[in-house]
């Protein structure tokens, strides 16, 4: 079973998530699938990629699968979690990747729309981070991309709350780059993807890898990063996290003491 599926056309490729039974849940399963797509459009040289949900959608990800995450003191994650390489995936791509962003976006899944090179929504569209609603410690380069594009203080407002960002706001913080009618979401990002594609491909890959090198030029001492690993672990350890995780089980409200 996939739960991706894929097409190329016109040097575009398109990416479907399609799971929504799920609401199209970063489970492991979707996102090998997802790098998977990723490789094949590398392999066919994609001037363009387009990573969507099923037309129609309200969600065009609900985030990380909660089931799957450790329960056992485990970084939920780590360095070479199916996520994180998800985005690193998207990140070294060639070629711009375009979200088109039908539906609310929530937790993990933030995290790849982020770092798309062009993020397309409707009036529906909204953006929530939730790791604080189930206790979970969010890894640092996450928080970094999230700071890179929105600043620490809207990034602070959407950890700490967890509340969705609506689309006219999400346009504002420069998190959306359009927003557009539903009906006309389709044609319009095809119609931006249409436009880079007559571009030089050479050129863009370069500027997109600069754009990126000089977006990750942050100076971090290993001091700084073995500080943040200590927090983290802090976190993934605690009592507050499997609390949170016992009560998405449980459908109640997580009971919180801090510890």
């Not at 996450?142 to 990034?155: E, K």
């Not at 594609?197 to 050479?202: A, F, G, I, M, T």
């Given at each position: 079973?996939?739960?991706?599926?894929?097409?190329?056309?016109?040097?575009?490729?398109?990416?479907?998530?399609?799971?929504?039974?799920?609401?199209?849940?970063?489970?492991?399963?979707?996102?090998?699938?997802?790098?998977?797509?990723?490789?094949?459009?590398?392999?066919?040289?994609?001037?363009?990629?387009?990573i969507?949900?099923?037309?129609?959608?309200?969600?065009?990800?609900?985030?990380?699968?909660?089931?799957?995450?450790?329960?056992?003191?485990?970084?939920?994650?780590?360095?070479?979690?199916?996520?994180q390489?998800?985005?690193?995936?998207?990140?070294?791509?060639?070629?711009?990747?375009?979200a088109?962003?039908?539906?609310?976006?929530?937790?993990?899944?933030?995290?790849?729309?982020?770092?798309?090179?062009?993020?397309?929504?409707?009036?529906?569209?909204?953006?929530?981070?939730?790791?604080?609603?189930?206790?979970?410690?969010?890894?640092?380069?996450?928080?970094?991309?999230?700071?890179?594009?929105?600043?620490?203080?809207?990034?602070k407002?959407?950890?700490?709350?967890?509340?969705?960002?609506?689309?006219?706001?999400?346009?504002?913080?420069?998190?959306?780059?359009?927003?557009v009618?539903?009906?006309?979401?389709e044609?319009?990002?095809?119609?931006?993807?249409?436009?880079i594609?007559?571009?030089?491909?050479?050129s863009?890959?370069?500027?997109?890898?600069?754009?990126?090198?000089?977006?990750?030029?942050?100076?971090?001492?290993?001091?700084?990063?073995?500080?943040?690993?200590?927090?983290?672990?802090?976190?993934?350890?605690?009592?507050?996290?499997?609390?949170?995780?016992?009560?998405?089980?449980?459908?109640?409200?997580?009971?919180?003491?801090?510890?």
């Open positions: 079973m996939t739960l991706v599926t894929t097409e190329f056309k016109n040097k575009i490729g398109w990416i479907t998530m399609d799971h929504d039974a799920k609401r199209n849940a970063l489970s492991f399963e979707m996102l090998c699938n997802l790098i998977d797509a990723l490789d094949e459009m590398l392999m066919r040289k994609a001037r363009v990629v387009i969507r949900a099923n037309k129609g959608a309200k969600v065009w990800s609900a985030g990380f699968n909660i089931e799957e995450l450790p329960r056992d003191g485990r970084d939920p994650l780590a360095y070479d979690n199916p996520l390489k998800v985005i690193r995936a998207i990140m070294d791509f060639p070629a711009p990747v375009i088109m962003a039908e539906g609310s976006i929530w937790g993990g899944a933030c995290n790849i729309a982020f770092v798309c090179d062009i993020v397309i929504g409707t009036k529906e569209t909204c953006l929530a981070i939730t790791p604080a609603k189930i206790g979970v410690p969010y890894n640092t380069s996450g928080i970094l991309q999230f700071i890179d594009i929105i600043g620490a203080h809207i990034a407002e959407m950890f700490f709350t967890a509340d969705p960002v609506p689309a006219e706001k999400a346009l504002a913080l420069g998190i959306l780059n359009h927003v009618p539903v009906e006309e979401l044609a319009f990002t095809l119609k931006i993807a249409e436009k594609k007559s571009n030089s491909p050479l863009i890959r370069v500027i997109k890898e600069q754009l990126n090198i000089l977006g990750n030029a942050m100076p971090i001492s290993p001091q700084t990063f073995e500080h943040i690993d200590m927090l983290r672990g802090m976190a993934a350890n605690s009592k507050d996290y499997l609390e949170g995780l016992n009560a998405f089980y449980e459908k109640r409200k997580p009971e919180f003491k801090g510890e």
